[in-house]
C-alpha cells in the first residue's frame, strides 16, 4: 500500500496526525474539507509522485534527471499548478510499492525499493474540478491558458469518444450519449428530444466527460492484458522500439534470457490498473446522481485488482453513500453463508438497493478530513462504517441547530 507523509505545504501545515505521519492511500480513500484546506492539493500531490514513481519504473526518466535543477518543483508539480505551495520547510515523503521520494530541505531525494514483484504498472488519469468547462466550450483544445491537467483529460475525453462504437446509454437522466464522429459534436438523446452537451444542463456537461473517460480506461486495462490495445506516445513507441533491438542484438543472452527480457520489457510499458482521482465528484449533480455515479467509480475500481479511486468531496451524501456500500458488503458477505432457498431471495432484495459490483470491505475505504488549522484526520469509523460525526454532516447539524434557535425566537414573538 502506498503512503504519503506531508508538512508545511500550501494550507497543509502539520499533516496527517497519527502514529508516524504518513497516510495510507487505500483502494478508495476519499478527503473532505473546507475550501482551501487542501484536498485537491495533496490529490494533485498522489497523482504526480504515482505518476513519477512510474516513469522511473519504466526508465523513462532517470533518478539523477528528476533530482537535478529542481525539476521536482518546476516541471512536475508545476503541472498540477502547485509549484507556489512549495514553502522552505515543506517535507513531502512517499513511499510506493517501487521506490520511496522525499522531498526536505528544497531537495529531492529518490531511492528503489529493493522488492518490486507486486507492482502493478497504473493508467493515472486525473480528471480536474473544470471538466465542464470542456463541455460547453467548442475546441477547447484551441484556447490558451488552461490548466495543464485539463489538456490531459481533453484527450481521453477525445479518445473515449471516438472509442464508442455506437450510442451509450448513461446511468443518470434516461438518456443516452451519441458521439458524431462526422459532425465531431457530442449529444445527449432523451425520449423525443436531441440536444448538444453544451446545451444540456450543467450536471450532463461535468459528468459525461467524467463517466466516459472512468468507463473506457477501465475497460482499455482490461483489453491491455490481451495487448489489444496500445497507448503509447511515438516518444515512447521509439524507447521501447530501441530497447528490444538491445536485447535481440545481444550475442551473450540466449534465447530464453532474450525472452524473459522482452516479456519483463513488455509489462514496464503495458497498464495493468486503473488509478481514478476525481476532483468534485458531486460537481452539478442532484444527490440522487451522486450515489449513481459514486456507485459506477466504485463499480469501475473493483473491475481490475490493483485499481485505485481517490476523491475529493464537499457532499455529505457521497459519504452516507459510501457507508451504504460498506455495510452492503457486510450484508452480501453473510447472505453468501446463507441456504440456497434464502440466498436469491435476500440477494435479490438487496442488489434493489445496493449494487455488489460496487460493493467494497471497510479496510479498503478511508475518509480523510482536511481541517482549517493544516491538519488531516483520519475519520472514525464504527464496525467499519465512516463516522457521521464529520465537517459535512456537522455543517448540516448547524444548520438545524439554527433553525431550532428561530423557532425559539418565533416562540417569544
Known amino acids: 500500500m502506498n503512503k504519503i507523509k506531508v508538512k508545511n505545504f500550501g494550507p497543509i501545515k502539520n499533516g496527517f496526525n497519527e502514529g508516524d505521519g504518513f497516510m495510507p492511500i487505500h483502494k478508495v480513500t476519499i478527503f473532505i474539507g473546507n475550501q482551501g484546506t487542501g484536498k485537491s492539493s495533496i490529490a494533485k500531490l498522489i497523482s504526480t509522485l504515482m505518476w513519477l514513481e512510474k516513469m522511473l519504473y519504466r526508465g523513462e526518466v532517470t533518478e539523477r534527471y528528476v533530482t537535478s535543477y529542481n525539476r521536482f518543483v518546476n516541471l512536475y508539480c508545476d503541472y498540477q499548478n502547485l509549484k507556489n505551495y512549495f514553502l522552505p520547510d515543506t517535507e513531502i515523503e512517499y513511499e510506493g510499492k517501487v521506490y520511496n521520494i522525499t522531498y526536505k530541505e528544497g531537495k529531492l531525494n529518490v531511492v528503489a525499493r529493493n522488492n518490486i514483484s507486486d507492482y502493478i504498472v497504473p493508467k493515472i488519469m486525473y480528471v480536474p474540478a473544470e471538466r465542464n468547462f470542456l463541455s460547453a466550450v467548442r475546441q477547447p483544445e484551441k484556447l490558451r491558458g488552461l490548466p495543464k491537467s485539463l489538456y490531459t483529460f481533453l484527450e481521453e475525453v477525445e479518445r473515449s469518444q471516438q472509442e464508442l462504437m455506437s450510442d451509450l446509454t448513461l446511468p443518470i437522466g434516461n438518456v443516452k450519449f451519441e458521439f458524431d464522429k462526422l459532425n465531431k459534436t457530442s449529444n445527449i438523446i432523451g425520449d423525443g428530444y436531441k440536444l448538444k452537451l453544451s446545451e444540456a444542463s450543467s450536471g450532463f456537461q461535468s459528468f459525461v466527460p467524467l463517466f466516459l473517460v472512468s468507463r473506457n480506461l477501465t475497460k482499455a486495462i482490461d483489453k491491455e492484458k490481451d495487448n489489444s490495445r496500445n497507448e503509447l506516445s511515438s516518444e515512447e513507441q521509439k524507447r521501447l522500439k530501441s530497447e528490444i533491438e538491445k536485447i535481440l ?76 456500500i460498506i455495510k452492503g458488503n457486510s450484508l452480501f458477505q453473510k447472505i453468501m453463508n446463507l441456504p440456497n432457498s434464502s440466498k436469491n431471495i435476500l440477494k435479490d432484495r438487496l442488489e434493489k438497493i445496493i449494487p455488489e459490483s460496487a460493493c467494497i470491505p471497510p479496510n479498503d475505504a478511508t475518509v480523510y478530513e482536511l481541517t482549517q488549522e493544516g491538519e488531516i484526520k483520519k475519520l472514525p469509523d464504527y464496525e467499519g462504517l465512516p463516522s457521521d460525526e464529520n465537517y459535512l454532516n456537522n455543517s448540516l447539524a448547524a444548520t438545524n441547530q439554527s433553525f431550532c434557535d428561530l423557532l425559539e425566537i418565533e416562540e417569544l414573538l
Open 249 to 324: 542484438s545481444n550475442k551473450r543472452l540466449s534465447d530464453e534470457l532474450k525472452q524473459a527480457a522482452l516479456e519483463l520489457l513488455s509489462s514496464k510499458y503495458r497498464n495493468g490498473c486503473f488509478v481514478n482521482i476525481v476532483e468534485e465528484i458531486e460537481q452539478n449533480l442532484f444527490p440522487e446522481s451522486q450515489k449513481i455515479i459514486l456507485y459506477k467509480l466504485l463499480e469501475f475500481a473493483n473491475f481490475t485488482n490493483g485499481n485505485q479511486l481517490i476523491l475529493t468531496t464537499h457532499s455529505p451524501y457521497v459519504i452516507n453513500y459510501l457507508t451504504l
